[in-house]
């Protein structure tokens, strides 16, 4: 069976925000298929079913913060006017059930599955990190070079590369 929505276009929206792996309020009901509105409006009348470590509302800084980071048009501009929810794996399950619409069940399978993969990398790289650790101790100093190496290109890198391509106007 087809992916109702490619694994890769969740993967893209999912963020790290208070040590939780989390989705927005708005990137949920555009892949359940309903207006944010309807979304939000769900979570109100079952809020019983969204405990804290299921859903969170973001902080005016996080906001900023990740506003700044995905670049999202701001409120004078049709932006949103209220802090946005943000679901953990558990939440956006939950999210399907509340919206009770047959393409918010199927797209939940396809959530949940973007969330375990991102889960399994990240236990991957802790995996690699730890034999990384055996080997140092294995071998001697002459191969410290190549192990530094190797750590360095694990660690994500501390700031974006400059945008490259053509900028109309002759803009620089």
């Known amino acids: 069976m087809k992916a109702l929505i490619p694994l890769d276009r969740i993967e893209r929206r999912i963020y790290l925000i208070r040590g ?19 979304l939000n409006e769900q979570v109100k009348r079952n809020e019983a079913r969204f405990p804290k470590d299921f859903m969170f509302q973001l902080s005016a800084r996080e906001n900023g913060i990740l506003m700044s980071q995905i670049a999202t048009s701001s409120s004078d501009h049709g932006g949103h006017r209220k802090l946005p929810r943000v679901f953990t794996e558990h939440g956006a399950v939950m999210l399907a059930s ?45 191969f410290r070079v190549v192990f530094d190496a190797i750590r360095e290109l694990m ?18």
């Open 20 to 38: 939780h792996k989390v989705m927005l309020d708005r990137d949920l009901a555009g892949i359940y298929g309903v207006s944010t509105a309807r």
């Open 98 to 142: 509340v919206l009770n619409s047959p393409m918010a069940l199927r797209a939940s399978v396809e959530v949940v599955r973007a969330f375990v993969k991102l889960r399994e990398m990240i236990a991957s790289h802790r995996d690699l990190a730890r034999r990384l650790d055996e080997l140092e101790k294995k071998y001697d100093a002459q």
């Open 155 to 172: 660690e994500p890198p501390e700031k974006p590369m400059p945008r490259i391509g053509f900028k109309p106007g002759g803009e620089e």
